[in-house]
């Protein structure tokens, strides 16, 4: 089972509100990542997690904070965004952050900021 | 400076004919190499992948050649079918001080006509 799962599927907010989107996965896998994507480019990686601890955040402003319960749930909490944060945002895991290549990726949160 | 090229932005192909597609890397330390496909408003799916010490790796439909030589990579697709139709990204995966990250090319987008 390489399946990994996100909602919501689709978020509208506006720029006030305080929101969290949600990824599991249960593949075992002790690495798990948020993405960025806009239209027609590559995903942006944005954070890393690895046992459940942050290990890489590529320099994303404060209003994205992430959070991982644990090994199986990642979290994505939204404030005070602006409307060029609208994007598709993708988790993605893999096996572990340095021994494996693979990252499977989930179906997204659709994210427009009005 | 993108380390990752797909040069072709987008390529029509006829169903049952081939499809191949290109990606060129400037970075020798790249030691792996996947494929991705993607579907609007869903997240990548993984293809295949190659390590650096193969030259083809085959898995059903799809083949993935590597020239180390020439630092290129293609993903041949026979026989090409209209489900085929997404954008294709190619990425390498590489260390990152403690982490593995996949560095992105910008996709292609294949159209398969019926």
């Known amino acids: 089972d390489t399946e990994v799962t996100q909602t919501p599927k689709h978020l509208v907010m506006g720029m006030t509100n305080k929101k969290s989107l949600k990824c599991e996965q249960h593949?075992?896998?002790?690495?798990m990542y948020w993405y960025k994507q806009k239209a027609k480019k590559p995903p942006e990686l944005m954070f890393v997690?690895?046992?459940?601890?942050?290990?890489i955040n590529e320099s994303v402003p404060s209003r994205f904070s992430p959070e991982c319960p644990n090994s199986s749930l990642l979290n994505l909490h939204l404030h005070a965004l602006q409307p060029e944060d609208s994007a598709l945002y993708l988790c993605?895991?893999?096996?572990?952050?340095?021994?494996?290549?693979?990252?499977?990726f989930g179906p997204g949160t659709r994210l427009t900021v009005t | 400076d993108q380390q990752v090229k797909q040069n072709s932005p987008s390529l029509s192909v006829q169903e049952g004919r081939i499809s191949i597609l290109n990606c060129d890397y400037t970075n020798s330390m790249f030691d792996y190499f996947l494929w991705y496909k993607k579907y609007p408003a869903e997240g990548p799916t993984f293809l295949i992948s190659?390590?650096?010490i193969k030259d083809k790796n085959e898995d059903g439909r799809f083949t993935v050649f590597l020239n180390k030589s020439a630092k290129h990579l293609s993903l041949h697709i026979v026989p090409s079918q209209p489900g085929d139709s997404a954008v294709y990204f190619c990425a390498a995966s590489a260390f990152s001080g403690n982490n593995r990250k996949l560095i992105w090319g910008l996709g292609t987008s294949l159209a398969v006509n019926p």
């Open positions: 997690y690895s046992y459940e601890k942050l290990s």
């Open positions: 993605a895991s893999s096996q572990s952050r340095i021994a494996s290549y693979e990252q499977y």
């Open positions: 593949m075992g896998h002790r690495a």
């Open positions: 190659i390590s650096s």
